[in-house]
């Protein structure tokens, strides 16, 4: 598996941003990084995105992966490897996307939800999928997929939060990745830093104690 997505399941906790104020991303991501998040997710559905990968990778790339998130083309692809991404995720079975990301060797983590499309991602040279929505289908799903499919690395995606995702690991997803669950933006727009990482370390702690159990 490439390195950063080695990293990413390791960890086990992607966090998502998405419409996130481009003047606070920097310090936000720096939180989120000391809280023990594995990566950071910019959706490229986002007002400056691409600059804020770009900001976010300069100012903590060497703590954790910067992705990009929401990108739905080859195209969107290629611009957010240029802005720096080191992986790429997308909502569906993006063909175009994941054939950008392997010539490019940058991970692509693709939306799928049935098992073809897991196994068409994973023949076209996607080495995690990512199960969306989640919480929609349930942690059980995870647990069946993996009976047949034990080759194919899952991060579940939609809906996760503190109680579930320990569910979501058990059940054998690698990583789960969130967003309000997991980022209180709230705080992060007031500046109250200590409270954006205290709320993202619960997920990080649960998530951390269900890979050791």
């Known amino acids: ?11 086990g906790v992607v966090a998502i941003l ?10 936000l991501g720096q939180a989120l990084a000391d809280a023990g998040v594995g990566a950071i997710e910019i959706t490229l559905n986002s007002e400056g995105a691409l600059q804020g990968i770009t900001a ?41 996307t994941l054939a950008v990301c392997c010539q490019a060797n940058i991970p692509a983590v693709i939306g799928v ?5 897991a196994v068409k991602a994973y023949e076209l040279g996607c080495e995690m999928v990512k199960i969306f929505p989640a919480a929609s289908i349930g942690a059980n799903y995870f647990r069946e997929l993996r009976g047949p499919l034990p080759q194919i690395a899952t991060m579940a995606v939609g809906g996760v939060n503190k109680d579930n995702a320990v569910e979501f690991i058990k059940a054998g997803a690698r990583a789960v990745g969130a967003g309000g669950q997991l980022v209180d933006f709230a705080a992060a727009a007031r ?23």
């Open 113 to 117: 939800m049935t098992p073809t499309e």
């Open 56 to 96: 976010l990778k300069e100012a903590i790339g060497e703590k954790l992966p910067i992705g990009a998130g929401t990108v739905m083309t080859g195209e969107d692809a290629h611009a957010a490897i240029k802005a720096g991404a080191t992986f790429v995720l997308t909502p569906h079975l993006a063909e175009e």
């Open 1 to 11: 598996m490439h390195a950063v997505l080695e990293h990413v399941a390791q960890n």
């Open 18 to 27: 998405r419409g996130v104020d481009p003047g606070i991303l920097v310090p």
């Open 191 to 213: 500046g109250d830093w200590e409270a954006v990482k205290r709320k993202a370390n619960e997920i990080v702690a649960a998530v951390h104690a269900a890979k050791h159990d």
